[in-house]
């Protein structure tokens, strides 16, 4: 039987900025109230042993309405903080912005066609619900998470090289409803980092593909310069600086033993609920090319990979 995996995200930082508006759209020929858009949060904390200040996306949404016809709790939480709540951005320092706290906050993978006709997966933190940090204040951007192995790949430079500290990506498949009802199946396809020499030594000894287990980590949704050299047809080449948005999953532990029967997610199912989310992408952009140019993976045999199918 199809079970929600555990997905929860915890954030405790200072409102950087609010994005947030009333709105309204059509279903069953009726109009529908709402509320949402995007917060940042910041929040310094250590990833691998470095001190990182990040600023993390929070996607947020809600109905005006229950179905009960009373006011949606989470609408008055993200009104709260559109009216209430005070960013950076608009007092001008971190010391008069607001300390706010998220401890029901969930991954989604956003997925679209891209103009290239492939499938594009974006990662996302949504949270309905945001509260100001009293009492003891501790920032973090933290996760846990429940999800069956897909692959286990050492990553390698553009020229194909491993780099250097080694580290590995782990693709993972997390079961879950879809926002918009939770009676339809949705299978995000998500990646992890294992960074630290403990953790990677750990994945790569106890996980195998198709096989579930749980994890935590830290969220680093960051972003950082590089300088480039870019060829020109002749002469010397142009030095130019680059903007590189890092959005990474970082495995800071996790369970050595895979998920008991009772518990772990049945592979038929993850398939037909990765399947079932990308034919729902493709069916709205209504579009053929992109089931075209969209590759299958060759099928793996080995310890680490998965075939699903596609």
Known sequence: MFRQAENRVKIEGILAE?????????KNGESVESIGGMIKVLVDQSIN??????????HMFSNKYTKSGGI?????????????????AAAGSKAQASKVRIT??????????????????????????????????????TFSLEFMVGSIDRVVDADG????????EVKVFVPQYTPESADVMNV???????????????VESYWSAGECFKAGGRLNFSSKTEEVLEEVGFGEPQRKVRTINVSEFVITGGSQVPLDSD????????????????????????TKAAQKKTPAPAAQSTKNKMDLGF
């Not at 994005?19 to 059509?26: C, E, F, N």
């Not at 042993?49 to 929070?58: A, D």
């Open 263 to 286: 518990f772990a997610f049945d592979v038929e199912e993850v398939k037909a609920g990765v399947i079932a989310k990308r034919e729902r992408v493709l069916a709205a952009k209504n």
């Open 18 to 26: 609010t994005d947030l508006k009333y709105g309204s759209y059509m």
């Open 188 to 202: 995000d396809t998500l990646k992890l980092q294992a960074i630290s020499p403990q953790v990677l030594d750990a």
């Open 49 to 58: 042993g470095e001190e990182v200040s990040l600023e993390i996306p929070v």
């Open 72 to 88: 949606n709790p989470s609408y008055e939480s993200i009104e709260k903080v559109m009216k209430e709540f005070v960013s950076i």
């Open 161 to 168: 090289v491993e780099v250097d500290p080694p580290r590995a």
């Open 104 to 141: 029901s906050g969930n991954i989604r993978v956003n997925e679209f066609v891209g103009q290239n006709g492939q499938i594009v997966s974006q990662p996302r933190i949504h949270a309905s619900f945001v509260a100001h940090a009293v009492g003891d204040f501790h920032p973090e951007a």
